[in-house]
């Protein structure tokens, strides 16, 4: 039947093995990504935490390639790998260096988190800002008085509901 449809039967088992000895939620991470079967094959080496830590910065970086996530693997500490995982590390990096890598990445990954968490409630403090400052604006008595005591106020005000689609 292969055959017939013209699929190479060695690629298609190769495809079926992919997944195996990799962490459930680190596919469920990476299932709707450009990924290649080379990129499995490392993250097999890795601990499944140490898997979906490594799916979770493919994602954020956005970069799945197969050369990304051996830098991940070398960057893993030894701990996290599975027996006989150890990565095979580049010669022009010293076992200090790695350590430093280690320690960037995870304060980068750190980082991260810590900007993510008030994007979500500054973007809605700015949307009703912005709301609020539309009503006030269409508003012709408090647009008047603006204009006769506080123009240059009145000028940024409308720059900022001039500006919906920057903010929303």
Do not use: C
């Amino acid at each position: 039947m292969a055959r017939a449809l013209n699929i190479d039967i060695s690629t298609r088992r190769q495809k079926k093995r992919a997944l195996q000895g990799i962490y459930p939620e680190a596919v469920e991470v990476l299932k709707d990504k450009p990924i290649s079967l080379s990129v499995f094959s490392i993250l097999r080496r890795m601990m499944p935490l140490r898997q979906m830590e490594a799916a979770e910065m493919m994602v954020g970086m956005n970069r799945y390639s197969k050369g990304y996530v051996q830098a991940l693997l070398v960057a893993t500490p030894e701990d996290q790998l599975v027996q006989d995982g150890k990565p095979k590390a580049p010669k022009a990096l010293t076992r200090e260096q790695v350590v430093l890598m280690e320690h960037e990445t995870a304060q980068l990954d750190r980082e991260i988190k810590v900007a993510e968490q008030p994007y979500g409630p500054d973007h809605l403090r700015m949307v009703l800002a912005r709301t609020y400052l539309t009503k006030l604006v269409a508003n012709v008595r408090v647009e008047r008085w603006l204009q006769q005591h506080q123009p240059e106020m009145l000028t940024e005000f409308r720059k900022l509901v001039d500006g919906q689609t920057a903010v929303a």
